[in-house]
């Protein structure tokens, strides 16, 4: 069974310009997250998805960044304009519902994309 | 507020040697689930165990055990006869109450010297 995944591995942008991240969630798992994982830090939730709804986006700064989970399957996350605190590894993690009774259930992480912004 | 604290940022065993992760948490919930992530080199972070607050069994899987204390708000990690392959960040993970959010710690780096 395929893991959830992710796309880029690495980018690297000059600051001001926008970028995209995409995930690819475990499939049957209507729980879809975004981390920021910042050098030498535990990550930290950005947003969290219950299928196509946005359930938790309080650490979100919307000013820049904003994300869609279009049918409830994958998710873009994007940052426009980058700005060179952004560089961080965003990690994309899924997992079962906590509608199907499965609250706390584990998360399954991606493997980041790494983002640079000079 | 939730919280987990890590006091160990790194530590350097060599192999063969046990070694304890600690891991300290916060939380004024009744319900909660306590979690442990390895984070090798190649940046993914993957899940070890997940325990719930009503079950304070300890468990052992293979040279992993865990030590599961509610009276000192802790969750611990011991590898047995560690291996070079234990090389790894490890993060403790919170998830509390309704919010499906987990609350990680900074992290443990271990090192295993052969």
């Known amino acids: ?118 | 507020a939730q919280k987990v604290t890590q006091a160990q940022t790194e530590i350097s065993v060599v192999e063969k040697e046990d070694v304890t992760l600690d891991c300290v948490y916060e939380t004024r919930d009744t319900t909660y689930y306590l979690f442990w992530y390895k984070q090798p080199p190649s940046g993914e972070l993957v899940f070890l165990i997940r325990r719930n607050s009503f079950d304070e069994q300890n468990e052992i899987s293979g040279r992993y055990s865990w030590n599961f204390q509610k009276s000192t708000s802790s969750f611990n990690f011991t590898i047995t006869a560690s291996q070079v392959v234990d090389s790894a960040v490890y993060f403790c993970a919170l998830c509390s109450g309704n919010t499906g959010k987990l609350i990680f710690g900074q992290g443990t780096t271990l090192q295993v010297k052969p």
């Open chain 1, 1 to 118: 069974e395929a893991g959830v995944v992710q796309s880029p591995r690495y980018k690297i942008i000059e600051k001001k310009q926008p970028v995209a991240f995409w995930c690819n969630p475990i499939s049957g798992h209507n729980t879809l997250y975004w981390y920021l994982q910042n050098l030498g830090q535990g990550p930290e939730l950005l947003i969290r998805y219950e299928n196509e709804e946005a359930v938790d986006d309080s650490q979100l700064p919307k000013d820049r960044f904003s994300a869609e989970r279009l049918k409830g399957v994958d998710s873009t996350l994007k940052i426009q304009p980058a700005e060179l605190g952004d560089s961080a590894v965003y990690l994309c993690a899924s997992s079962l519902g906590a509608g199907q009774g499965n609250l706390g259930t584990e998360a399954f992480f991606g493997q980041g994309t790494r983002l640079t912004v000079v």
